[in-house]
DNA sequence: CTCAAGCGAGAGCAGTGCTCTCACAAACTC
DNA sequence: GAGTTTGTGAGAGCACTGCTCTCGCTTGAG
């Protein structure tokens, strides 16, 4: 695969590690709105049309970054559920504690990247338009959502929720589409608690908790699992006892 | 309190109000992060450096517009809320039907005016700290929901949420800050409930829901009358009743 | 060894936010 | 009513931005 190719290609990708690395700095220092491609050269000793050799418009620039947000948070998502089936000295987790890992990773890594994420989870950029390669690795924490939810419900550990006849239809074609063999009922759930997740994430992240939340570790952990219930997780058994 | 002060007072509100519209004009447009200047001094027959008479800078005539349109989401809830308790057809409307017509106003003003929405809920403007005369506007739809919660606690139409012991001093707090008289189960799920409802709502107007959720109205309706559960609301019982 | 491809430098275009000075006109004072 | 203060628009200019184009140099494949 990674086979060296030629001191050229190996520049090359340097160079495009570099100028993404200097991009970041700058997003994390500035944010999205003034990231400026003269400012990423100029850091890097190079003038600002050698740039264009490597990523073809700012917006590509920022395509590149958005596709690496994605994958860092969604694998923080997996990487936070794998530690926890792991890490278990009291045997394996219930799907509770496997579901709040997943959260309270991605909350962690928002925090830590306010500006990434404000990339992938804020307001979109006015004329961009995500392209294709974005998709994949954005739908990485919503598939750890499912799996815990799947597992949890092989393993017999869901209480199916309500569901509404109006929403009946749509469930089931969700159902259909992301999770073969869940209840439908547990799949609209799943996609609303997904995006309120995102809510109290959003809302700390983006400010809106200032002068109002203070115990903000407590109001997500309570949350959360308030979440989890929602979706139908119980407590007890682990995700394949 | 609005007496004509002279034909300059009223040619400066005048122009002032035309600089606001042409902006919102843009805005709804492009987006805020192509807000020029310029193009509003062009599109309005003046010259650039003439409206700074008016706005000291581009990011005073953002925050006139983001009081605006906190404003206008505000005032979009306590009216649904006004309607909903007015035209009532069959006795007074019960806690989650007034709930719920506040969520529903928000959602709809929020896809009807996505750039602004996404300017006052979206990614913060980077190196912009909201000033003081928008926290006032920005607290409107809070205050309406909350509203609610005390009418149905007054009313004995409330069931009180679960409370974990590390949340407690914080709900407490936020009870006496916000809704004294309300006990702190609810204030404490109801601020939890506030940041998830607008992750529905910005998971829609920015795009997540794309190419995922068709059925958006009734996912929306289900997660918000699930949320007025969570609170504590009951469906019965009017608000004085 | 040759030659096309890749690359950086530089100039240049159209646009941006913002500052400054200058001239004019309205509004207030005496 | 005359004179002065104050608000206002026009214009030039500065330091930026994204982006395009051309020009040479270097590199690696044939």
């Not at 190996?10 to 709105?33: F, N, S």
């Not at 954005?138 to 419900?153: K, T």
Request: charged share 20%.
């Amino acid at each position: 695969m990674t086979t060296i190719r030629g001191a050229r290609e190996r520049a090359r990708t340097e160079v495009t590690a570099a100028i993404k690395d200097e991009a970041r700095r700058q997003l994390a220092a500035e944010g999205a709105a003034k990231l400026s491609l003269r400012a990423v050269a100029r850091e890097l000793g190079m003038v600002s049309s050698a740039l264009y050799r490597y990523f073809p418009s700012r917006d590509d620039l920022l395509t590149a970054l958005i596709v690496d947000a994605f994958n860092a948070v969604g694998s923080a998502a997996e990487q936070a559920l794998a530690t926890a089936d792991s890490a278990g000295p009291a045997g394996p987790p219930g799907p509770v504690d496997r579901w709040t890992a997943i959260c309270t990773a991605v909350r962690a890594w928002a925090l830590a990247h306010p500006h990434e994420y404000a990339l992938i989870y804020g307001s979109p950029v006015p004329g961009y338009i995500a392209p294709q390669v974005t998709v994949a690795p954005a739908s990485r924490v919503g598939l750890a959502l499912i799996s815990v939810a799947s597992d949890a419900h092989h393993a017999g550990g869901i209480a199916l929720p309500t569901l509404s006849p109006e929403l009946r239809p749509e469930a089931e074609r969700l159902a259909a589409q992301f999770a073969p063999g869940l209840p439908p009922e547990v799949t609209a759930a799943l996609v609303a608690a997904w995006a309120q997740l995102f809510g109290l994430i959003s809302f700390e992240v983006f400010g809106q908790f200032n002068e109002v939340v203070e115990a903000r570790d407590e109001l997500f952990t309570q949350s959360v699992r308030r979440l989890a219930h929602e979706v139908g997780l119980l407590a007890t058994a682990g995700p394949t006892a």
